[in-house]
């Protein structure tokens, strides 16, 4: 195929690769310029949520994370495994009478979207594995989850399929002579272009793995609300990512003993059964979140897009960020990109 013009990508995470691979799909010749630093991408959950993860007053979160998800069941999966795919299916529960009230706002909320859930009061016949006396619940029937790690390293093998070329990190936009970069190097974005309100949050994550004799790993996502705080268990092949706390703390990506003793409690509150995995990794990852919780996406001058902001949802949003951008490459922008700030 005839180049339609060079592109350089700032970043190899999940954003990053997602607007290579898809701009190479389309005809650019793209250069990925990424560090050694995995980023966010290497340490999430990996859970496709917009119905679990959504929240009142997050209503074009919700709308994007939708049209992403409808993407994530299509065309995005073309050229990946489908063994990236970990889990089709989440249950949302809650433990005390607070989680139970914040169930209902959030099934309330979902309905008057256009998007009712099922609430049921016998979640443990849907998981038979939850705590006995959890009872409340909704099931999300078109959620999915995915291996982060092996969506990176899928997106990453099917751009060097595509030709996309692996290049050093960049300090300076000045150094990419390309027709057109983007900046897409999550929390580090505004060293690129200052004043983007891109700022990290951190969050610890618990990986643990299934041993002989323990019950077996769940099927599906299981997302709880426990005394106002919130634990999720992401299936694996090999057993459960436990997530995740979320705190400012600068740019420390140490795990803190008092989010892993969280997270470990909540996950056994909810799952007695994971006491007997093993503790495999702990580890904390900086999201790169925005004011308004929403992606900034789009264009910032005539040689540059920006795609960075992705906060909690960047698996989630990567198809969309892709198609996003894509138009504005090809010169016809998604009408949903309007909903997208670029501030
Ligand atoms: C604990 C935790 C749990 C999460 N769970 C989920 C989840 O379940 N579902 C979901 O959708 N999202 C989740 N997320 C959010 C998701 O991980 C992020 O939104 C996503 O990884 C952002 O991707 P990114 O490519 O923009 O940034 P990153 O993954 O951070 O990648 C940015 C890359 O840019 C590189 N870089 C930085 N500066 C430069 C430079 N100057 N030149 C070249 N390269 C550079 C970095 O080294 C890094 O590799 C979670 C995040 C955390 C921390």
């Known amino acids: 195929m005839q180049s339609i013009g060079s592109l350089a990508v700032v970043g190899g995470g999940v954003i990053g690769l997602s607007v290579a691979r898809r701009a190479a799909l389309d005809g650019w010749s793209v250069a990925v310029h990424r560090g050694k630093d995995p980023g966010a991408s290497w340490v999430a959950g990996g859970m496709l949520a917009p119905h679990s993860e959504g929240w009142p007053r997050e209503e074009r979160l919700l709308r ?27 249950l949302v529960v809650a433990v005390d009478r607070a989680d139970v009230a914040d169930l209902k706002t959030v099934g309330e909320w979902l309905a008057a979207q256009g998007h009712p859930v099922n609430v049921t009061a016998a979640a443990r016949d849907v998981e038979p ?31 060097e399929r595509l030709g996309v070329l692996m290049c050093p990190p960049v300090d300076d936009l000045a150094a990419l002579d390309a027709d057109v970069r983007v900046i ?37 996502v299981i997302r709880a609300r426990v005394h106002g705080r919130q634990v999720y268990l992401v299936p694996r092949r090999d057993g459960v990512v436990v997530g995740a706390t979320q705190y400012e703390h600068g740019r420390d990506t140490a795990p803190a003993v008092t989010g892993v003793r969280e997270l ?22 900086l999201r790169p979140m925005t004011p308004d919780n929403l992606p900034i996406v789009g264009r910032l001058d005539d040689r540059t897009l920006v795609a960075a902001g992705h906060g909690r ?13 894509a138009g504005e490459l090809n010169g016809a922008p998604l009408p949903e990109a309007e909903l997208v700030e670029v501030r």
């Open 184 to 220: 897409a190097n999550g929390i580090d974005a505004p060293t690129l272009w200052p004043g983007l309100p891109i700022r990290p949050v951190k969050g610890e994550v618990l990986r643990l793995r299934w041993r002989k004799g323990c019950m077996p790993v769940p099927q599906r």
């Open 264 to 285: 470990l409690d909540d996950a056994c509150a909810v799952m007695p059964a994971l006491g007997e995995y093993e503790l495999a990794e702990c580890a904390a990852g």
């Open 313 to 325: 949802s960047g698996f989630l949003l990567a198809p969309w960020t892709a198609e996003a951008i």
């Open 129 to 159: 594995l939850l705590a006995q006396g959890i009872r409340h619940g909704f099931v999300a029937e078109t959620e999915l989850a995915v291996d982060n790690r092996a969506v990176v390293e899928a997106l990453d093998s099917h751009c």
């Open 64 to 90: 994007l994370g939708l049209a992403s998800l409808a993407l994530w069941h299509g065309d995005f999966m073309d050229g990946l495994p489908e063994s990236v795919i970990t889990a089709r299916e989440s």
